[in-house]
């Protein structure tokens, strides 16, 4: 009886999806937008000139 009930439960709540909108992913990339800032073209910035810390006076401790 429990079984039925979890079926018939799962069945109605997959019937009211209208379009199968659990197992469509394309809305998430709809607010996601213009990816081009993203973009490097295959280069990866290696960290030169990076400062990672600063003192008080404004000078780099670590870079």
């Known amino acids: 009886m429990k ?10 709540a997959l ?14 990339y709809d607010g996601v937008g213009n990816q081009e800032v993203w973009n490097s073209n295959g280069q990866i910035n290696n960290g030169e000139g990076r400062v990672i810390w ?6 780099d401790v670590i870079q």
């Open 3 to 12: 079984k039925l009930l979890i079926v018939t439960v799962a069945l109605i």
């Open 15 to 28: 019937a009211g999806c209208k379009d199968r909108v659990l197992w469509n992913s394309n809305g998430a």
């Open 54 to 59: 600063r003192d008080t006076s404004g000078k």
